[in-house]
């Protein structure tokens, strides 16, 4: 610790006190910055303390709100039964159950809706807010409303108070018991209940492969070709270093791997070592260098002679663009394609991860990372479920603690629950460049004191955005078409981050759209392909594996050797390999 306190104080502005400070007070009480919540609060005080008519417009709001409630429960008790006076938001399903439409329960939550319908009015609209610090006031005071919801209280939620009747009470036992074995689990930094159903490399990432190349930030696996004959052009996937790899190689029926191997591929994947205090000071570029320029050498070396169709989901898709961009910089001409999986590479509208990016946030969050070397992969999990806390959070505590209905563990929920860790150094330099900066379209963005220019890329980029995306916006991953001067085609599916992703066919409740844009093509608005392009039935995989059969040649190779011995590439052990058995259990018992 000594040693931390001497290097931070040398090669840092902060005094290693005050991260000190900044990092314990993260981990007890206060995940967000104090003085970013103070900016943005005070912000809105201040703002909604001048404006009489911002006054008047809500009370005569609220007003109107008394009055139709009243309104209602008069016609109620009088016994009409007239439709509600407000209803909640699409994505709101805790109210559609049949007895929340019963006497008093139906009160209960109209009177909840329109509270928080009216403290939405009273955070929007505000004339000169910064929209950053409106985004952020409006959403906690969304989040502390969500806690006091009638549907997460026993006495107030209809569907518990019924099944409590029904199960004499059973249901709270199980609930009880469940939730127990949940905290003791997670003090014990053990994984949650279920997974022990879905173990890597058993039931999960089990296409075969081997793993033909190590160094300390990845390993490279290259999978067995299934096939008599093969494609010549290889694909080489770049996960995000947040996630582990094998969402996309899960169970054989939805493993994005085996669809490929299974139709001719030849398929490299990187994997993506778990980071601990050891490799804090591992720069975004180490990624570059030691990820993807290190895989296409390799798999340069195995099959000599063919491009490479890179492919990138979310953070990897970003760190495949990078690189791609400087290749073309230096007339390296390896790629073939590129595909970017919920990627994005324009950061100007990030989505609700962007109300977390502001200076005093990322400077907090430094201070955070500094103290143990790296992001917590279960902290990174938490705020994921922070920005939907309705659905991952107070929904599942109904379901399983108050209801008693244990969750059905599936394969994509297992992988979530598999945290990794990111460099301190390396999660820095993405927040302030990217995030904080968007350095990345504006040309700021250095490597090796050059530019990197996107509108360098010159290869054809399949991009996929998801319709209900909250760390990749659709609209924000469409904005390749703007920021690059190459064939793009845009696929937009249905579902969310992941599921959208990993979608495989025969799956009919998914859809999509898909648009090709030449280069001498007038820019389309997204609002504008979302309009005018034809909804398709299915999953967008069939789609895309067309679009890389027309760029990847015939089916008349034999199947290639698997690593290159002879080249410094020798098969080291079988996949899923050792990195991605690495778990984030230490983050965890630091932080208990």
């Given amino acids: 610790m000594l040693q931390n306190l001497i290097a931070a104080f040398d090669s840092h502005p902060a005094h290693p006190a005050d991260r000190l400070r900044h990092a314990l007070l993260a981990w007890t009480i206060q995940p967000l910055s104090p003085g970013s919540l103070a900016l943005a609060f005070t912000d809105w005080y201040v703002h909604f303390a001048m404006y009489a008519a911002k006054h008047g417009d809500l009370v005569l709001k609220t007003a109107d709100s008394c009055l139709r409630l009243a309104h209602w429960t008069a016609r109620e008790l009088l016994g009409e039964h007239p439709d509600p006076c407000v209803e909640p938001l699409p994505f709101d399903h805790r109210f559609l159950d049949d007895k929340w439409h019963q006497w008093p329960f139906n009160f209960l939550y109209q009177a909840f809706l329109l509270q928080e319908q009216g403290w939405q009015w009273a955070t929007h609209g505000i004339r000169g807010m910064h929209p950053h610090h409106e985004s952020l006031v409006s959403f906690l005071i969304r989040q502390t409303l969500d806690v006091m919801s009638p549907s997460n209280f026993l006495l107030t939620n209809p569907e518990v108070i019924s099944a409590t009747i029904e199960e004499h009470g059973r249901n709270l036992q199980r609930g009880i018991h469940a939730f127990t074995e949940d905290v003791s689990r997670f003090l014990r930094g053990e994984s949650p209940r279920g997974t022990e159903a879905y173990t890597v490399g058993k039931e999960l990432a089990i296409t075969p492969g081997k793993v033909v190349y190590r160094n300390h930030l990845m390993e490279l696996i290259q999978y067995e070709s299934s096939t008599s004959q093969v494609r010549p052009q290889p694909v080489l996937i770049v996960p995000a270093w947040i996630m582990k790899y094998y969402i996309l190689d899960l169970q054989p029926d939805d493993s994005l791997v085996k669809y490929l191997v299974d139709r001719g591929y030849t398929v490299f994947m990187v994997s993506w070592k778990n980071p601990g205090p050891e490799e804090r000071d591992v720069h975004f ?245 979302h309009a005018r392009t034809e909804l398709r039935d299915g999953s967008w995989w069939p789609a895309w594996e067309s679009w890389l059969a027309a760029r990847s040649g015939d089916l008349a190779c034999p199947p290639p050797r698997m690593g290159a011995p002879d080249e410094g590439y020798p098969v080291l052990m079988a996949a899923p390999g050792m990195y991605v058995m690495e778990t984030a259990r230490l983050s965890i018992e630091r932080e208990t």
């Fill in 285 to 529: 570029d180490d990624y570059r260098r030691h990820g993807v320029m290190a895989a296409l050498d390799a798999v340069g070396t195995i099959i000599p002679g063919q491009k490479v169709h890179g492919v990138g989901y979310c953070l990897g898709g970003t760190l495949l663009t990078v690189a791609a961009a400087q290749m073309a910089r230096v007339d390296d001409a390896r790629l073939q394609s590129m595909t970017l999986f919920a990627s994005l590479t324009d950061f100007s509208e990030p989505g609700e991860l962007g109300l977390f990016i502001d200076p005093s946030q990322v400077a907090y969050l430094e201070d955070v990372m500094w103290e143990q070397g790296y992001f917590s992969g279960v902290r990174m999990r938490e705020v994921f479920f922070f920005l939907h806390s309705i659905d991952l959070i107070w929904s599942r505590y109904v379901r399983e603690y108050l209801l008693g209905e244990p969750r059905k563990m599936f394969d994509l929920m297992a992988w979530n629950a598999d945290a990794t860790n990111m460099p301190y150094r390396m999660h820095s330099e993405y927040l302030r460049h990217f995030y904080l900066n968007n350095d990345l379209t504006q040309g700021r963005f250095e490597i090796d004191g050059e530019p990197v220019m996107l509108l360098d890329i010159r290869i054809p980029i399949f991009a996929v955005g998801t319709v209900r995306d909250h760390i990749a916006p659709w609209k924000s991953v469409y904005k390749i078409n703007r920021v690059t001067r190459t064939e793009v085609t845009f696929a937009l599916t249905t579902g969310g981050h992941n599921v959208g992703v990993v979608n495989p066919p025969g799956q009919d409740r998914y859809a999509y759209q898909i648009h090709t844009r030449q280069p001498s093509e007038k820019y389309l608005q997204a609002d504008d392909f």
